[in-house]
């Protein structure tokens, strides 16, 4: 459950985000925002300026039933916005294995029991990443390991057939 205390103008500030890991950073708050009073729900974020330093800023509140609901109450840029969801998908099993290469595209097509990932680097330079499941490259035929280094030069494919 969530209270609101106030509504505030436009104005800008610093929000400290913190996940359940501990670990924090902080990003920028911009535009109409909210104070909070949290109630039965964990402060995820906090503002850091002016007199609403300290207060809530986001909230998450789980559900015994399961599932959670995420308030925030402010416009975080895009580093505030992009912890959140990362934090939202990694609380469920939803992060892929290369999650902080922005242009590796990775998506992974299944039939029955057979599972065929593809990467594709969108980038204008080389990635270099750990490969994520052994398996075949389809293209060129080379047998790869997990955690294997696996370098794709700009804008390659590789195709794996999982083992």
């Given at each position: 459950m969530w209270r609101r205390l106030t509504r505030c103008p436009p104005t800008s500030s610093t929000a400290s985000h913190?996940?359940?890991a501990g670990s924090g950073s902080t990003v920028e708050a911009r535009s109409v925002f909210e104070i909070l009073?949290?109630?039965e729900a964990e402060v995820i974020g906090t503002y850091g300026d002016d007199?609403?330093?300290?207060r809530a800023a986001v909230t998450r509140k789980p559900y015994p039933a399961g599932g959670e609901a995420w308030y925030v109450g402010t416009l975080l840029d895009q580093d505030g916005i992009s912890s959140i969801l990362r934090s939202v998908l990694a609380g469920h099993g939803l992060m892929g294995p290369y999650a902080d290469e922005?242009?590796?595209e990775f998506a992974v097509r299944a039939h029955g029991e057979v599972r065929t990932a593809f990467l594709l680097n969108h980038a204008d330079t080389p990635v270099t990443?750990?490969?994520h499941a052994?398996?075949?490259d389809l293209l060129t035929g080379r047998v790869l390991t997990a955690g294997e280094p696996l370098t794709l030069a700009p804008k390659d494919v590789v195709v794996l057939r999982e083992a």
């Open positions: 913190s996940t359940g009073v949290a109630e007199f609403y330093a300290g922005p242009e590796l990443v750990p490969v052994p398996g075949t």
